[in-house]
């Protein structure tokens, strides 16, 4: 984990009104803390509501004066709220998301309360904002697909009727950190903003219980216009944090594609920093036709690694461009310019224990899998900070890149198939993204090798190359796409955990 470990239970606690982001937000550190190795997993009130209350729930159930619809929510509450303690019995260290809008001071409190008996650190993450055009226009890009509303085709029906939800949650919401009882701040400067020594102006008596300006949390306003931070403690969290504080959601492409095929790809031989075959000069001579025709004349920046057949496969291109040492090829250490049959022959053992555990195994003074993903950590950041990016590099290094967009298993990650003169586009969806693959119609040899010692060489893609009027064609290949995980355990249901925070307004 993360290369270092970490003995902690952390339970990021969401904040805020209906349709600011907390599912995306909470799926995408999930993400990313999975990536790294951290046990992380989101717990979703809205999924429990609708697990056990049915879907297709209009306005008036959330209003606070509707005492039935308000008992079946806490309830919904209470349920994700025991599932993810139960899901901490097991564990010594991981990350929880619980993900509800906790809009009120005293819901907040029980939660905070009670993890903390159980010796849970907590984190909340709020997301706190007041834009209405970017709210209504999240309404139409995710509300509108919600199972909430399969019943209703009119999309104007579904957005008068969400914004009326978020009236109902607005007359009791809390924003984290805000005088109790005193008024809701419209801006973030009305709101007590702590120190790292914890300053309050919360009344006296109530910060004796509960005083949230002494609390770890992170309160993103208006996407991110401005951030407060606040007692920040464990490493994980400053990961989170710093995660946080570089996602944005303006829409942009990323592109990838491997190197054009090497003269080390013609004879499977392992690293090194080759040139490029033939076959590969023409790749790169095909690239920017269809980086042209994926992306009109819109910006992009290019980032190579920094041996030669990334620099090469990109120098056709006239974008901007960054050579990144973290983008490198994996190291295969003693390895490195032998091809397949020869590390078997020379170093068996080694070669049967990479296929025992591909993910973890290192090479004698080389890489593993796990020590790609480590380095990689920063370009992650940075990607996520950027507009419109091309990346060229390498077959490990890409898997490694799509196992964070697409939630893919360690064990499963050295498997992926990642072809040779192949471009593929990241598109996003509601809470994830897909990719299209676009295969430039050029041979090149295959060097994905599967779980079984096969030595075999195949060809892909036509012997000549086209380029006639389509250079390229959308494969469809369509192979991965991000999973959700659900956040309600498959194994259990119906647990009545049966315990009243107090008659606090409930969240989701
Ligand atoms: P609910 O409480 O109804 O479950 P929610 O707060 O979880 O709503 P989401 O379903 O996550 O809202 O909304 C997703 C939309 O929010 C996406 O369109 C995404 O682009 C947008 N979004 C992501 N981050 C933010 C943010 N920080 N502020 C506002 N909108 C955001
Ligand atoms: O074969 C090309 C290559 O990029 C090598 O340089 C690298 O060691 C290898 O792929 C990574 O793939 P695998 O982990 O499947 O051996």
């Not at 030595?455 to 796409?481: C, D, I, L, M, W």
């Amino acid at each position: 984990m993360l290369g270092t470990s970490c003995s902690t239970r952390i339970a990021v606690i969401m904040v805020g009104l209906p349709a600011r982001g907390k599912t995306y937000i909470a799926y995408k550190v999930s993400r990313y803390l999975d990536w790294l190795g951290v046990n992380c997993r989101v717990f979703n009130v809205g999924e429990y509501r609708r697990m056990y209350v049915g879907t297709k729930k209009l306005h008036t159930f959330f209003d606070p004066n509707n005492a039935e619809g308000m008992e079946l929510r806490r309830q919904c509450a209470m349920r994700a709220l025991g599932d993810m303690f139960l899901w901490f019995e097991d564990l010594s260290s991981g990350v929880a998301i619980y993900d509800a809008t906790n809009s009120t001071r005293e819901r907040r409190r029980y939660i905070y309360e009670t993890c903390r008996s159980k010796e849970i650190e907590v984190m909340f993450v709020e997301s706190w904002c007041d834009d209405e055009e970017l709210i209504e226009k999240n309404i139409r890009e995710v509300k509108r697909i919600s199972p909430d509303y399969r019943h209703i085709d009119d999309e104007d029906e579904i957005v008068s009727d969400f914004k009326k939800r978020i009236e109902h949650y607005n007359e009791l919401y809390e924003p984290l950190n805000c005088r109790p009882g005193g008024e809701r701040p419209h801006h973030a400067s009305e709101m007590l903003i702590a120190g790292p020594n914890g300053f309050s102006s919360i009344a006296a008596a109530d910060a004796d219980v509960y005083d949230e300006s002494a609390l770890t949390y992170v309160k993103k306003i208006n996407v991110g216009s401005q951030v407060v931070i606040n007692r920040i403690k464990s490493f994980i969290e400053t990961r989170i944090v710093y995660f946080l504080m570089n996602i944005h959601i303006a829409p942009r492409s990323i592109l990838f594609s491997r190197h054009g095929e090497s003269l080390y790809n013609l004879d499977q031989r392992l690293g090194g920093d080759p040139a490029l075959s033939p076959n590969g000069e023409k790749y790169s001579e095909a690239l920017p036709g269809l980086i042209e025709k994926l992306m009109g004349d819109q910006e992009l920046t290019l980032w190579t690694s920094t041996l030669k057949r990334t620099i090469q496969t990109g120098s056709k291109l006239k974008y901007p461009r960054l050579q990144w040492k973290a983008l490198d090829e994996l190291d295969a250490g003693v390895c490195e310019g032998l091809t397949y049959e020869e590390v078997e022959e020379r170093h068996p053992e080694e070669y049967a224990m990479r296929n025992e555990n591909k993910f973890e195994f290192r090479y004698r003074g080389g890489e593993s899998y796990r020590d790609v993903v480590l380095r990689l950590e920063p370009v992650i950041m940075e990607l996520e900070r950027q507009q419109n990016l091309l990346i060229i590099s390498h077959q490990a290094v890409l898997r490694c890149l799509y196992a964070y967009f697409l939630n893919i298993d360690p064990q499963d990650l050295p498997y992926l198939k990642i072809p040779l003169h192949t471009v593929m586009k990241l598109t996003w969806t509601a809470y994830g993204c897909d990719i299209q693959t676009y295969k430039v119609d050029i041979a090149a040899v295959d060097t994905h090798r599967p779980k079984t010692t096969s030595h075999k060489t195949s060809e892909t893609g036509s012997a000549s190359p086209s380029v006639g009027s389509a250079p390229f064609r959308q494969t469809g290949v369509n192979t991965y796409n991000s999973k959700l995980k659900s956040s309600i355990p498959v194994s259990r249901s119906g647990t009545d955990i049966g315990v009243s925070p107090g008659g606090a307004s409930v969240a989701t």
